[in-house]
């Protein structure tokens, strides 16, 4: 039986209102569940709002310019015997439901790359059917006026559908090719040669994801933009790691994986609060520090589609048990591609840790506007020399800080790598 709902915007992060630059429905429509159905652009990013079912449009609400915010109806659809993608009962279409990548400008306040769900397959142009230009005529007049071929565009967007990020990125690498410097924040940077490879034996083209675009874009940026400097340290661990296993086995009656990472975002809180610079932003002009009063912690997470960081907030008032189960639900809606751009936005500090992979060192890059990162490496039984001569085995958990060193200076970053270290061997000085 089909049933008569109603799209609403869902939550697409810090907007009052955002204004709408393409509708990509009409009435009679089909649409499946995910398909953008509108694009959004504020002054920092762009982003496509799915559909959260598959359907046939009735009547669309909306038009090109209107400003909406969260909870204006978008369109109707009949949808037959319903659920949402995001599994949404039927009475709660109000709720957020997935929001496409973001493609611009990551917001100021965003952690790492300003990504979120599931981004829709990019084609290149070769793959677009019929050689079918996808681009709305906001974006066919841009071009127009740039003098830009769209057939030499590829568009990032579902069934390569062109934005106006994609325009500028071919305007970019055009201007590069030609051996122009291209600015990056003020750095002039000369562009690496175009080698075919075929030359030298047979080659394949992948198109990255589009999460790793938006990412690779961003991690860019902060290391062309931030002096970084990565400071190293260890901490023992081998009291922690019994504390932890000793309570395994609550952690799973509650249902949770209760990891090293936990203790971690605890010790980064404590080392914040004493080391307010590192819970910070650095303002444009370079001037002003803004001070955070508020603990916010991303955490890397490795996806199918790229790196994500989403934001854990408030690390300093949640306790071990519910930071797992936070961390554990949130990495698992990155790896679904579930988050929404909110989930990646008002981090203060973040955390890498490949701990789980392997690796003894790594610098990690400094998720801007943020002023500092920790990397965490796999932990390893070593000995360990004791006053009265003899060798000890310890698990001994290597750190890795790196910061922008506009902020920070050696000598801080080198009291707060001693002050976390000195909290993880002993967690109870979380407690001072
Ligand atoms: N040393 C030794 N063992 C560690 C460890 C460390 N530093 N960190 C985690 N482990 C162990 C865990 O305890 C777990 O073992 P058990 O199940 O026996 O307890 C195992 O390694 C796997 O842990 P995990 O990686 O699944 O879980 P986590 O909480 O440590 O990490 C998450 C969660 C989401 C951060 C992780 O899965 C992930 O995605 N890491 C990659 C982050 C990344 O890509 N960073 C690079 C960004 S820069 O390019």
Not at 26 to 51: F, G, H, R, W, Y
Not at 359 to 375: H, M, Y
């Amino acid at each position: 039986m089909s049933e008569i709902k109603t799209i609403n915007l869902p939550n697409v992060g810090d907007f009052d209102e955002i204004e709408i630059i393409e509708v990509l429905i009409v009435p009679n429509d089909e649409v499946q569940a995910e398909d953008s159905i509108i694009v959004l652009e504020s002054d920092k990013a762009t982003m496509e709002i799915p559909s959260p079912f598959a359907g046939k449009i009735q009547s669309v609400m909306v038009n090109v310019g209107d400003r909406i915010r969260e909870g204006t109806a978008i369109a109707t659809i009949e949808v037959a015997g319903a659920v949402s993608v995001a599994e949404t009962p039927a009475a709660e279409v109000e709720k957020p439901a997935e929001v496409k990548a973001p493609v611009a400008e990551a917001p100021k306040a965003a952690a790492v790359p300003p990504a979120a769900s599931k981004p829709a397959a990019p084609a290149s142009n070769t793959e677009r059917s019929g050689n079918q230009i996808h681009a709305s005529p906001s974006i066919r007049r841009y071009a127009r006026e740039l003098g830009v071929m769209l057939d030499q565009v590829i568009g990032s967007g579902a069934k390569g559908r062109i934005s106006k990020q994609d325009v500028k990125a071919f305007i970019k690498t055009a201007m590069s090719d030609g051996g122009r410097p291209s600015s990056g924040g003020g750095v002039a940077i000369s562009a690496m040669p175009e080698i075919d490879f075929s030359k030298f034996g047979e080659i394949e083209i992948k198109e990255l994801s589009r999460i790793k675009k938006i990412s690779g874009a961003h991690l860019h940026r902060s290391w062309v933009n931030v002096p970084h400097v990565t400071q190293f340290d260890e901490a023992d661990i081998t009291d922690l790691e019994a504390f932890r296993k000793s309570l395994a086995k609550e952690a799973e009656k509650r249902g949770v994986r209760l990891t090293p990472l936990v203790f971690l975002m605890k010790a980064v809180a404590s080392a914040l609060q004493a080391f307010p610079e590192f819970n910070a932003s650095l303002e444009n002009t370079g001037e002003r520090l803004i001070l955070k009063k508020y603990i916010n912690i991303g955490v890397a997470v490795d996806t199918p589609n790229g790196l994500m960081v989403p934001v854990i907030r408030d690390v300093d008032k949640k306790g071990l048990f519910d930071l797992a189960e936070e961390v554990g639900a949130t990495a698992g809606r990155a790896r679904d591609g579930k988050l929404l751009p909110a989930d990646m936005q008002g981090g203060c500090f973040s955390i890498s840790s490949l701990g789980g992979i392997g690796g003894t060192q790594f610098t990690p890059i400094v998720n801007a506007p943020e002023v500092a990162i920790l990397g965490v490496p796999r932990a390893k039984m070593q000995p360990v020399y004791q006053a009265d001569g003899s060798f000890k085995p310890r698990l001994i958990l290597p750190l890795c800080l790196s910061y922008d060193h506009r902020v920070i200076d050696g000598a801080q970053g080198a009291r707060f790598i001693t002050y976390l270290s000195q909290v993880i061997t002993d967690i109870r000085r979380v407690l001072l």
